[in-house]
């Protein structure tokens, strides 16, 4: 479907609907092509154009599947409430359409009733014709991959009859790969592979190869996908910041250095300040603190990683001086996650006892029993003595915290 995005045909629909809805010119639009339109602000991340479109679409098709399926999936995604997804599913017109029973599924899937959905899905998968089952099969795979309920991906591409069908390649060579327990002999590697011998010069073949490399930790491999993916495209941040990755797992810091700084400026505003992050941790393997300082610092406020971003401010400054310089932004960064947020208080409870700020060490601690008691128990333990109730840990006087090494490629 990305590829369609990129065409004459659909860059021309685009700018007739942006023209209509500019000058308030009225113009023909199919329900399919306004869906299509749909999919794209939502594949750009662009919700608030996407609920745009499909308000302006539901005021001229009233039962349309394509605008209310998005507004049932942002229920579900974004405000987590499957009875008003299941409220705007209850309007789709034609309940016959393939994209209704993706729809219904994944509202079961929220409500965790897994049976009734995939009862659900056999019986509608009966009913299709012989030629439309296939795509049907492959359609509730990607699904089921999607939403990490592997055996059941699976089970569904079992019912493929066209083993070399692309998207069954793609499907099943990533569902083996990242799952990480059903590639035994490398199929789903291997997989991955013919599809960049079927379509060398298709860049996102390279990619999902280069990532399938990389989860594996055949590094050396991966930097060799992205180059060629590079080749095709060398503006594509994702292969740059992914063969950056793979130089680093191999240790090779001063070359990821220079492939991150001369690429600056298109990975800060492809990788969401990830590609920062990266090349601190780079210059403090390194032993440039400083330098790594100053890279840190552009990150703090752009990456939307916040785990990677807790990680790597933590196993990177803790025990210099450059931790307590830090602390008063990290707070800063920290607070705009939210009163409700669950994650990462551990970390800022091991950084506010670095820095002698005891008073928030208790605060951060007590959430972090509170909200996220694994994640505790797994960073906060060795303050506290062997065998201690967490219950008890506020009360008691921690230990310093153990420094961590530096980061190495095994970290990250």
């Known amino acids: 479907m990305e590829e369609y995005y990129n065409t004459k045909e659909f860059r021309k629909l685009l700018r007739r609907y942006q023209k209509a809805r500019r000058t308030g010119v009225s113009d023909y639009f199919m329900a399919s092509e306004l869906g299509d339109i749909i999919q794209y602000y939502a594949v750009q991340g662009k919700n608030d154009k996407a609920m745009e479109v499909s308000d302006f679409t539901l005021n001229l098709y009233p039962g349309a599947v394509e605008p209310l399926a998005f507004k049932a999936r942002y229920a579900l995604s974004v405000e987590d409430d499957p009875d008003q997804a299941q409220a705007y599913a209850d309007l ?39 030629k439309d089952k296939d795509e049907f099969a492959l359609d509730v795979a990607q699904m089921m991959d999607d939403y990490r309920l ?36 490398g199929e789903g590697e291997r997989l991955l592979e013919e599809l960049t ?5 298709n860049v996102d073949r390279w990619l999902d ?16 996908s992205c180059d060629y993916a590079i080749a095709i495209d060398p ?25 991150f700084k001369s690429n600056n400026d298109l990975l800060k505003k492809e990788t969401d300040g990830l590609s920062s992050l990266t090349v601190a941790i780079c210059l403090t393997a390194l032993g440039r603190d400083e330098e790594s300082y100053q890279w840190l610092d552009d990150a703090i406020w752009t990456c939307k ?24 932004q990290l707070k800063r960064v920290f607070a705009l996650l939210g009163k409700n947020n669950k994650h990462y208080w551990s970390y800022m409870a091991l950084m506010a006892l670095e820095v002698d700020q005891m008073e928030d060490f208790r605060h951060y601690l007590q959430q972090a029993i509170k909200r996220n008691p694994d994640e505790a128990q797994l960073m906060l333990s060795s303050l506290f003595p062997i065998g201690s109730d967490m219950a008890d840990w506020p009360s008691l006087i921690p230990q310093k915290p153990i420094i961590p090494p530096k980061p190495n490629h095994g970290q990250f």
């Not at 280069?210 to 991966?222: D, F, G, L, P, T």
């Not at 990683?305 to 025990?319: V, W």
């Open 92 to 130: 789709v017109e034609d309940k016959t359409d393939v994209e209704y029973y993706y729809l219904v599924a994944e509202i079961l899937i929220h409500k965790e009733e897994i049976g009734t959905m995939e009862n659900y899905l056999r019986a509608r998968y009966a009913e299709l014709s012989k």
């Open 150 to 185: 592997t055996e059941l991906a699976l089970s569904w591409l079992d019912l493929v009859k066209d083993r070399k069908h692309p998207d069954y390649k793609s499907i099943k060579g990533k569902v083996l790969v990242f799952s990480g327990l059903h590639d035994v002999d």
């Open 197 to 201: 011998n079927d379509e060398p010069y």
């Open 209 to 224: 190869l280069a990532q399938a490399q990389k989860s594996k930790q055949h590094n050396k491999e991966c930097v060799e």
């Open 235 to 259: 503006q594509n941040a994702k292969a740059i910041y992914l063969k950056g990755g793979a130089l680093v797992a191999m240790e090779h810091y001063e070359e990821a250095l220079e492939l």
């Open 305 to 328: 990683d916040q785990l990677m971003f807790f990680m790597a401010i933590y196993f990177c400054f803790a025990g210099t001086k450059y931790l307590p310089r830090l602390y008063p």
